[in-house]
């Protein structure tokens, strides 16, 4: 097993590929930085860790990744303060979650010091790839998949784990319009809706295409058994605010552990709002809105932080909320994840790592 920064071979890019990137014009995840890190894991244990100029790699169409779908990821993101330095937000939250993504999908898992070194040194390496202009971030992805050159079903004996960085813009440049899905599924109680896999992703594109021919972003998923429980939109956690409560469905095995909706929950509970993690139907937030309680509606996640939702699709009819300068509580949580974020006030949970 790897326990130190030492143990990590560094090979270097010859030539940085940095002058060809537009910091003022980023998009989301075409770009990426000079480096990556990758470990391999054989005979029960992480070895080869090294860090190495982004490339493709070479892989066996038997890889077994590829058909059976032992393949995981995380998402966090890194900014940079005043003063240039580089801070990443709550890396230890993603390694834990890692580990729970692995236990599930039969993977082995990546020690802490492992995850938290070999992240530390590859940011630190492509510091320069930081953006420090507003609404953009320096986007980190770790993942990992199974690597035997067999198709036969079983779990993997080898895997590949690897650390990415992307820098990036906004994910949503305006609020969106968002569907609720009462047809397909994106978890059920059992699967592996908790878990960071591709495989969610994959049964969600689908559904979410046909909801854009409408003229929808994304999708707000509903319980699988009745269609009637609101469990999240798209890949976010969502949250209402209504008659000033703020509303979340709460953690099973069906929702994401989102580490913004722990931060965002942690924020209100700190501000005194009230909050409830609990069961919300559809028919709970329609009801507020013919009431004019409903005063907020946002995805929270790594890629966007806040999204806004401009509108709620359902049953024929557009639910419209009222304009994003007049919600309180989204736009002030934005603002202090972001002020946190970029080293501009206290951070009084411990939650960035400076690299
Ligand atoms: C990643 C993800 C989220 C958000 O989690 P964060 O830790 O906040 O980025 C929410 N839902 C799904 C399905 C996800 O995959």
Redesign the pocket.
């Known amino acids: 097993m790897i326990t130190t920064a030492t143990r990590i071979d560094v090979k270097k890019v010859t030539k940085s590929r940095l002058s060809e990137l537009d910091m003022k014009n980023l998009t989301f995840g075409r770009v990426f930085s000079d480096h990556m890190f990758v470990a391999d894991f054989a005979n029960g244990q992480w070895d080869e860790a090294r860090i190495v100029p982004y490339d493709k790699m070479p892989m066996s169409p038997s890889t077994s990744a590829l058909h059976y779908g032992q393949t995981i990821f995380e ?2 993101k890194a900014y940079k303060n005043d003063k240039g330095e580089v801070l990443v937000s709550r890396p230890w ?2 390694h834990k ?1 890692l580990n729970i993504s692995c236990e599930r999908m039969a993977m082995p898992i990546v020690p802490e010091e492992l995850f938290m070194e070999s992240l530390s040194m590859l940011v630190k390496l492509d510091k320069d790839w930081v953006p420090s202009v507003p609404n953009s971030s320096l986007y980190i992805r770790p993942f990992m998949f199974s690597t035997d050159e067999y198709i036969g079903v079983k779990p993997s004996e080898t895997y590949r784990f690897i650390i990415f960085t992307a820098p990036v813009g906004a994910y949503y440049t305006a609020p969106i319009r968002v569907l609720v899905e009462t047809n397909y599924i ?1 978890a059920v109680e059992g699967g592996i ?1 908790y878990v ?1 896999a591709a495989g ?2 994959g049964r969600s594109l689908f559904p979410t295409q046909l909801a854009q021919q409408r003229g929808y972003q994304q999708i707000i998923w509903t319980d699988a058994r009745n269609h009637r429980f609101i469990e ?1 939109s ?4 969502v949250m209402f605010v209504i008659d000033d409560i703020l509303i979340t469905p709460p953690l099973g095995d069906t ?9 965002v929950l942690t924020l209100a509970r700190d501000w005194g709002y009230r909050v409830q993690e609990r069961k919300i139907s559809i028919d709970e937030v329609v009801d507020a809105h013919k009431k004019g309680t409903l005063q907020e509606a946002f995805g ?4 966007a932080t806040i999204a806004h939702i401009a509108a709620i699709g359902f049953e024929g009819r557009d639910y419209e909320l009222p304009p994003v300068e007049e919600r309180i509580f989204s736009n002030r949580v934005s603002r202090e994840l972001d002020d946190i974020r970029r080293g501009k006030i206290a951070d009084r949970h411990s939650w960035m790592l400076k690299v």
Do not use: H, P
Request: glycine letters at 18%.
């Open positions: 998402g966090l939250a993603n979650r994106r809706g960071k969610n992703y999240e798209g890949t976010m956690n929702i994401l552990a989102g580490i913004t909706r722990d931060s929270a996640g790594t890629a």
